[in-house]
């Protein structure tokens, strides 16, 4: 009954940090911004992406309140038809650029090349750099409002997190987890105060940096090895001493990151063993989440059957607390709360799987995206 209350404890404190993150401290670009008389250009990063890019395309071409924008586009040895498809959404419209990138050299990994190539030949006027995925759709006013609050923040790399579109099962089960873990386990306003490179998060799939601030950190060089390029890049910005914020871009970008469920998985596995460090650590934070996340359900429902209801009300109480805690994470980021909360506990049993089966693949030098090794 001590272990349980204690977990009991637990669950309470980072529910109500996410209570805090989410009403206090999470940064919300909304409204019409103000037009941006700045240089912007947007940097599309695209391999094998003929199915999906011609949304995000069109999403930028329609971008309002940036009259200096321009758009970039990086064909990174694609062999499925994508050029052809940029050249029949964009037509022969002059703010957009096709390139063909070089095979990424030594030490570097795909993304972060082909980030770096489209950053080093961008327009030299732009001040601002947007990085957008292909899986990404903008709503009209984005880039401006993301610049306005970028510039408004004082910070050198925002980080517009997008609304997770979900379609399938897997995505309701395991996406919604990206927003929570930061949203609970991250001191938002701390991150943004402390220039402690470990204290950083961002995400890749639309990223604004101010130009100065990113030459400064090194650019994509800096981090050219590196499988969470995003979170990396954020870390080098603090280490040149930059300062970084997230964001909620609910209203500002969707993004759907994968089909189904072999995507998914693969996805998750390529990164997550970067993300946990070493596996005594992943190892641990796994057990942890387990057993703050998971397994009061199941000792509300074993205890119940075995006739110690004071015990099972406890451990029920601590599973609908880990509920309220993913509930406020989803509706203060545009996710779908109803009733995908509920199934928190096996949410977090997903994760804990994906989490072995990165490091299992890493160990055996089998980790692998878009026909490319990753380690």
């Known amino acids: 009954m001590i272990l349980l209350l204690m977990v009991l404890a637990g669950v309470a404190a980072l529910t109500a940090h996410t209570l805090v993150n989410a009403g206090r401290w999470l940064r919300r670009p909304t409204g019409t911004p103000a037009e941006v008389t700045e240089p912007v250009a947007v940097l599309l990063p695209l391999r094998d992406e003929a199915t999906r890019v011609t949304?995000?395309?069109?999403?930028?071409?329609?971008?309002?309140?940036?009259?200096?924008?321009?758009?970039v586009v990086l064909d990174d040895g694609s062999t499925d038809g994508t050029r052809e498809v940029v050249h029949a959404v964009v037509g022969d419209d002059p703010r957009?650029?096709?390139?063909?990138?070089?095979?990424?050299?030594p030490g570097w990994l795909g993304k972060p090349h082909a980030c770096w190539q489209l950053a080093t030949r961008a327009d030299p006027a732009a001040t601002v750099l947007v990085f957008v995925d292909a899986d990404v759709v903008l709503a009209p006013h984005a880039v401006a409002a993301a610049v306005g609050e970028l510039r408004a923040a004082r910070v050198a790399l925002l980080s517009p997190y997008p609304r997770i579109l979900v379609t399938t099962v897997a995505d309701r089960l395991v996406q919604p987890l990206l927003q929570w873990l930061w949203l609970t386990f991250l001191p938002l306003r701390a991150m943004e105060r402390s220039a402690r490179p470990s204290l950083a998060a961002a995400g890749g799939q639309f990223l604004v940096v101010d130009?100065?601030?990113?030459?400064?950190?090194?650019?994509?060089?800096?981090?050219?090895d590196r499988i969470l390029e995003d979170v990396e890049l954020a870390r080098a910005v603090k280490r040149s001493g930059g300062q970084i914020a997230l964001a909620d871009g609910s209203r500002l970008?969707?993004?759907?990151?994968?089909?189904?469920?072999?995507?998914?998985?693969?996805?998750?596995?390529?990164?997550?063993?970067?993300?946990?460090?070493?596996?005594?650590?992943?190892?641990?934070?796994?057990?942890?989440?387990?057993?703050?996340?998971?397994?009061?359900?199941?000792?509300?429902?074993?205890t119940w059957a075995s006739g110690a209801p004071g015990t099972a009300t406890v451990a029920a109480g601590t599973y609908l607390l880990g509920v309220a805690g993913r509930v406020v994470s989803a509706r203060a980021t545009g996710g779908r709360w109803w009733p995908d909360a509920l199934g928190h506990p096996a949410s977090v049993a997903v994760l804990g799987w994906l989490t072995l089966r990165s490091y299992h693949l890493r160990k055996q030098r089998r980790l692998s995206w878009r026909g490319r090794p990753v380690v």
């Open 96 to 105: 957009v650029t096709l390139l063909d990138g070089g095979a990424p050299p």
């Open 211 to 224: 130009r100065i601030g990113y030459t400064a950190a090194g650019g994509h060089a800096a981090v050219a």
């Open 253 to 302: 970008a969707t993004c759907q990151m994968y089909d189904d469920w072999p995507q998914l998985r693969d996805g998750y596995s390529k990164s997550l063993w970067a993300s946990f460090g070493r596996p005594t650590a992943a190892a641990t934070a796994v057990a942890v989440l387990l057993l703050l996340y998971t397994a009061p359900p199941l000792v509300a429902v074993v």
């Open 55 to 71: 949304p995000c395309l069109r999403a930028l071409l329609a971008q309002r309140g940036v009259p200096e924008l321009r758009i």
